[in-house]
Each structure stands twice: as structure tokens, then as C-alpha cells.
């Protein structure tokens, strides 16, 4: 089942929950739409779904939370969201009151460090190679053998901590980008992320996708959301999470929610399958 398909069964929500969210949703929202504007927006390059082009932010997280915005009535737009490296943004939705970093993988170690609102779509981390290579991974106490790229405080950094791979075979770096190019110079064996931004961040590097593979896959369905400093009032993550539930909601008479229509403008081929 191709991202589009299971994005979309991801999202079938009940109708009856739906209708007592939106009630919550509208009884609140207005008192809390001052609050909203003092939140500071944080997030990283990771086409297709948050990435600066064309002189501004894009992608699908991006154009979903700016509807949220408008749904509640704050006065933030994509212009007051910060592009920031991940570790940056990380550090600081940790540490900093009012703030918002998207999208962020929702797991066991970061639980109960973020309030929630989401999930906005579902993720996968690959170990990725160059198919000329010819690496094979058939399972986990192989991957030791191999050189890992990742990004610094990344999930797949964390991933590969929680699995047992020795930190001595991972090299962390700022952004998705280099590892693309320490691939194709073989200074690594292979590259964690998330393989749809992978293929996105190839592309546009100048490489055909078609050369690289996904050698093993780590993990998929991985709920991806915005996460909001844990002392964030409750009230204001209802009401995000209010307008968001109702942006999935497929009115009568049309064939697409407001959700998969944002999801349909961006979701790119991905890295060819598992050979």
C-alpha cells in the first residue's frame, strides 16, 4: 500500500467522535485564539512535509497548520514559523515555553516530554543504500557491519540507539543533505531517515531515487505530530487538535477531504522497494 492509501486509512475517523469535537472545539476556541498567537512555530527542512521554497515555507505539515491558525482565529500565519535545524528546534520545544515543533515523531522516550496534536501523517525509517553497492541487510545484529549516517537528534538517530547499534558505526550530521552526498562518496554504507523525505531530499540533490534502496526497514507507521512544550495549556491543544480533526472530515458532495488535498500536493515517488 503506496503513502497516499495509507495516509488516508490512517484518517478515517469516527463520525460521532468528530461531532463532539467540534462542539469543543467551537466552545473554546475563541478565548483561546489570543493564547495561540504567543506560540513560537519551530520546524526543520524535511520535504515534502515542512521546507523552505520559492522564497517561503511549504509542505504538507506547513499548509495544515496554517489552516488551523486561520480555523481558530489567531493571527500567526507560515510567515512567524521558524525553519531551524533539528537539533536547535528540538532543544528549544524542550526547554521553552510557547512552542511548537512539527513535524515530531511521536515514540516512547518522547511521550510524556510533548503535549500532542495529530497525527498528521504516517512515517518510515529505511536503512538506505546505493543499489551499486549491492549491501543486503536481512536483520538487526547485521547492521553493526556497516558505516550509519543520521541526523543529529533525529528520530533515526534514536532508533538505531533503541535497537543496540553501537554509537561508534553512527554518524550524526545537521541535515538530510549530507548524508546524500556522503552516500555517493561512500564515506557511509548507509543512511537512517525517513524514506519518503529521503527520495525528496535526492531528487533534489541532482541523484535519480531510482539508484538508491531501501536495504531493511526499521520502522513503519510512525505517528508524526505537533508537538507543544508540556506545560502548554490543555485548553489550546484541544482546540488544535479540534480544527485539525475537523480539516479530515470529507464533507458531502466532495471527494477529498481538506486533509488529502493538502497531502496530494506534495506526496513525491518513493525510493525504489526492497529487493
Do not use: C
Not at 547492521?143 to 528520530?155: A, P
Amino acid at each position: 500500500m503506496n503513502i497516499r492509501n495509507r495516509t488516508i486509512e490512517m484518517h478515517k475517523i469516527n463520525r460521532m467522535a468528530i461531532i463532539v469535537l467540534m462542539i469543543v472545539f467551537t466552545f473554546i476556541q475563541e478565548i483561546k485564539a489570543q493564547d495561540a498567537d504567543h506560540l513560537e512555530l519551530m520546524t526543520e527542512h524535511f520535504p515534502p512535509f515542512n521546507f523552505y521554497s520559492d522564497g517561503k515555507l511549504q509542505g504538507i505539515s506547513v499548509d495544515l497548520l496554517e489552516r488551523i491558525l486561520e480555523m481558530i482565529g489567531s493571527k500567526l500565519t507560515r510567515e512567524d514559523m521558524q525553519l531551524l535545524p533539528w537539533a536547535r528546534a528540538y532543544r528549544n520545544a524542550l526547554g521553552k515555553e510557547n512552542t511548537v515543533l512539527f513535524m515530531t515523531n511521536r515514540n516512547e522516550l518522547r511521550e510524556n516530554l510533548f503535549k500532542w496534536v495529530g497525527p498528521i501523517i504516517p512515517t518510515e525509517y529505511g536503512l538506505i543504500a546505493k543499489k551499486d553497492r549491492g549491501i543486503r541487510v536481512s536483520s538487526r545484529s547485521e547492521i553493526n557491519q556497516y558505516k550509519i549516517g543520521v541526523v543529529s537528534k533525529d528520530y533515526g538517530e534514536q532508533l538505531l540507539e533503541t535497537i543496540g547499534v553501537d554509537p561508534a558505526n553512527v554518524e550524526p550530521v545537521s541535515t538530510g543533505e549530507i548524508n546524500v552526498h556522503k552516500l555517493n562518496r561512500h564515506r557511509i554504507d548507509l543512511w537512517n531517515y525517513e524514506v519518503t523525505v529521503a527520495a525528496w531530499i535526492i531528487s533534489q540533490a541532482g541523484f535519480d531515487p531510482d539508484d538508491y534502496e531501501v536495504v531493511f526497514m526499521l520502522k513503519q507507521d510512525i505517528g508524526s505530530y505537533y508537538a507543544f512544550h508540556r506545560d502548554t495549556d490543555d485548553a489550546i491543544v484541544t482546540v488544535f487538535q479540534g480544527a485539525l480533526d475537523r480539516l479530515k472530515v470529507q464533507e458531502e458532495g466532495k471527494p477529498l477531504s481538506e486533509f488529502e488535498s493538502i497531502v496530494n500536493r506534495y506526496v513525491k515517488r518513493p525510493i525504489g522497494p526492497l529487493q
